[in-house]
């Protein structure tokens, strides 16, 4: 006989008890509880439920309706359940009925946390495109992503083991990863990058845009070209592709890496710094334009890592002239991002991670470094 076709009056207790052999009958019925000699017993994680109380309260109201009152015992961790018949010191029908009753209420739960999403700063099973993602920043980015649980779609240009390596790595973590290959200083390259990632990875949650140049000249140095070529990498690839994810998925975010340094002045890499002021200003158009379905916001590092060629004594020494005279990580920076993904009622924001540098440009002005 199911248990759950069996009637829940509640007959007196001394009327219905059970052997071990009859317990062991029923047994199959609640395949979620342990079977003692004279108990039945769940443990429960807080997770299994949204508010405790609000279950107990339900196993409560469960219980009088056939005048039964098992044990629970509850911790900061966990919910243990006891089920028996006090007055025969050992199980009863009614036990195993209300075992499968508050598995059923515990089944409703779990459906209606996953309708409602109940915990949105999971990320697990989602899936970001990160340009740039083969090395440096963007690469701890990737990492700090994973560890959440989220697949990578790895953009690289022309670091093919790395990419190769980040990926290995990836899989290695229990996530997916697929690596595609794009020079942003290419046009027929980038409009075909985000059309290959998702004809092969399927639906993406997240774009974030870290890939960029970093070549340097002065003012008295700079040129057309380079000022195009710096705003073709650093701003309009994050934008054309921001755009294209934004034609493309239902709902989602978009994370953008500009530099600390967008409200003052680099008179070393003046092309660059101008192109990820564009960047902050599409950054904040794209916040607007892409609402609601979509929210656009933006990292700011400062001092990190060095520039390719100079060394860790580099970042040390300009570390000196800032608030918190050190520098920083590159999982600050994925942290940051890990953030902005989580939160649902943030966009058009910038956050500087940068121990304080951005709040130094204008009194030091163009000779900070």
Sequence with gaps: M???????????ASDIPLSIGQAREFFPEVPNWTLGEKNLTRELSFQDFCEAMEFVKEVAKVAEQQNHH????????????????????????????????????????????????????????????????????????????????????????????????????L?????????????FARTDDLQQLVPKVFAAVGN?????????????????????????GNIQVNAWAPFLIGRE?????????????????????????????????????LTETMAIEFAPKITVNAVAPGIILPP????????????????LQRSGHPKDIGNTVLFLLRENYITGQVIFVDGGSH?????????RY
């Excluded at 709040?359 to 000779?367: F, I, R, S």
């Design 204 to 228: 993406i949650d997240f774009l974030i845009n870290s890939a960029s140049m970093f070549p340097p000249d002065n003012i008295q140095g700079m040129n057309f070209a380079n000022l195009i």
């Design 70 to 169: 098992p044990d629970l015992h509850i911790s900061y961790k966990k919910v243990n359940l006891t089920l028996t018949t006090h007055k025969i010191g050992g199980l009863s029908r009614n036990d195993f009925i209300l075992a499968a009753r508050i598995d059923r209420i515990l089944s409703d739960a779990s459906e209606a946390l996953e309708k409602t999403s109940v915990n949105p700063s999971s990320l697990r099973g989602k899936t970001a495109l990160v340009t740039g993602a083969a090395k440096r920043i963007g690469r701890e980015i990737a990492l700090v992503l994973a560890e959440q649980g989220v697949n990578i779609a790895i953009h690289f240009r022309h670091s093919n083991p790395e990419a190769e390596k980040l990926c290995s790595d």
């Design 171 to 183: 899989k290695g973590s229990g996530v997916k990863s697929w690596i595609f290959q794009a020079d």
């Design 245 to 281: 994810f934004a034609r493309c998925v239902p709902a989602g975010k978009i994370v953008n890496l500009l530099d600390s340094r967008v409200g003052g002045y680099d008179r070393s890499h003046v092309s660059y710094l101008l192109s990820k002021k564009v960047l902050l200003s």
């Design 308 to 323: 390719e060629g100079k060394d860790q004594s580099f970042t040390e020494k300009l570390a000196k002239n800032i608030p």
């Design 2 to 12: 199911k248990l759950f076709e069996m009637n829940c009056q509640q007959p007196k």
């Design 359 to 367: 709040l130094m440009e204008h009194h030091y002005g163009p000779n």
